[in-house]
């Protein structure tokens, strides 16, 4: 009877173990799921804002070859 009732509280210990362990689990892969969620908000950011400026600096290059057609222009009619 000793020996059953030592098994069955070691049962209930190695339950209470697992089922802490589980709860750990759980909060930790909470936190990494909302880790892993900001992460990809910020990845989306960041590649957005290189989008925008890759697009600025096209922009960009066009408008100063405008420029530098305009001036060559200007030279040519004596400006």
Do not use: C, F, I
């Amino acid at each position: 009877a000793a020996a059953a009732a030592d098994l069955v509280r070691a049962l209930q210990d190695a339950a209470e173990r697992a089922e802490n362990h589980a709860a750990e689990e759980e909060e930790r892969s909470a936190h990494l799921q909302s880790a892993g969620e900001s992460a990809h908000r910020d990845a989306t950011s960041a590649a957005t804002d290189a989008q925008r400026a890759r697009s600025d600096a096209g922009h960009l290059r066009q408008r100063l070859a405008e420029v530098e057609q305009e001036t060559e222009e200007a030279v040519r009619a004596g400006w």
